[in-house]
Structure formats: structure tokens, C-alpha cells
């Protein structure tokens, strides 16, 4: 067990700074993929999904149908008398009812499969970055931006990752090449010491009295 969880710990550590992020972001990618394949919307008899504009159509169709039966009947009896207000209503998954718009779904799985392989060679977070926006704008230009999300998210924290390991290497390189003198910024200084016998009198005031001494022997002799 030990042997397992050290040879774990080892292949993790040599894996490139952000490889489990942006693995992350490459499977999230294609299970939005997979989603939009299974997930149902309605569409209508023409196999398309429903519009604001194409559901009043459909509504305002089966109103005038039974108006146009018995003209005599109120707009609440028409309302009411309707049994169908959207006929040949069915559901398709939502890559099928967007075709062939829904092509676009592979923008952001291509995105994001860029940014793995970037992330694999260890390339410079400038270049994941690039594979970032492409991935956003391909869930974008998808029309359902919303089931990938949760890729775009993951590369980001891939791109963030690389980014921090980046700043700590160049910050490491800048101390190695100042060398151990500048790391600390301490400026050295010779100290001199001074002599006990200036302290207790002034070189002016130990002058005069030189000169007063020198003065009173002359007089004498």
C-alpha cells in the first residue's frame, strides 16, 4: 500500500502544473457535448424548436380554427372549445432540433482540447490562455453556452495554476541572480572606535591650556 501511494505521489508530481485542470476541462467539454444529445426540447411538426414567434403562430392557428367553425362563439368559448393549441408538438434532443447550427458544438471541445495539449507540453500560460478564449467563444458561437461552462471554468483554473508557478519561478530566478550579498540588503560599515582620552576633554580647550602652561614658564624665567 505504501510502494502504491508513493509511485502515486510521484507520477502526480511529474505531471505539468495544471494537467488535471485542464483534463478536467477537456471531459467536461465532451459531456456537454453528450448532453446536448440527450437532452429533449419541444419542437414542432417541422422538427424545429419552438420560438416566441413560432408558438403564437401555432396558437393564433388553432383559434382561428374554431372560430372559423362557429363564428358565433366568444373569445372565452373559443379559448375554451381549443383542444390541441400546439399540434404536432414533439420533442428532439437539442443538438438535433438546432441543426445545423448545433456543428458549433464542436468549437468548444476543439478549444479545449487545445488547451490540454498546451497544458501537456508544458507550454507558457500565454498560450493556454489563447485555448481559453477559444474555448468561451465557442460556447458562445454554441448557443448553449450554459453546458459549458463548467469547461471553461476548469481551463481557467488550469491557466491560473500555470500562472502562479510562473510568478514563483521568475521571483526564485531574480534572488538566485542577485547572489547571497543582495539578498538582504544589509550595507556593512567599518566601525571606528573612539579614544577614551578625547572624551574628557575638548581638542579646543586642551590647545589653550597647552598655551597657558607655555606662557606661565616664560614669565617665571
Known sequence: GGNVRGQLAEARAAQ????????????MSLAGVVFCFTFQVPVDSDGESYTAESL??????????VAADDPSLTATEVAESVEEWTPGRGEDPIAIALWPFSLA?????????????????RARSKIVSR????TLFG??????????????IALGVSVFQ??????????????????????????EADVVEDDPADDDVEPYEADLDADDATDGSDRTS
Open 56 to 65: 403564437t403562430v401555432d396558437w393564433a392557428t388553432s383559434a382561428l380554427d
Open 131 to 134: 485555448a481559453l478564449f477559444a
Open 162 to 187: 500555470i500562472r502562479r508557478y510562473e510568478t514563483v519561478t521568475a521571483a526564485a530566478a531574480m534572488r538566485a541572480e542577485a547572489g547571497p550579498d543582495d539578498a538582504g540588503g544589509v550595507i
Open 105 to 121: 458544438l464542436a468549437l468548444p471541445v476543439i478549444g479545449a482540447g487545445i488547451g490540454f495539449r498546451a497544458v501537456a507540453k
Open 16 to 27: 505539468p502544473i495544471g494537467y488535471r485542470a485542464a483534463l478536467s476541462a477537456l471531459l
Open 139 to 152: 460556447s458562445l458561437l454554441s448557443q448553449i453556452p450554459i453546458f459549458f461552462i463548467p469547461a471553461v
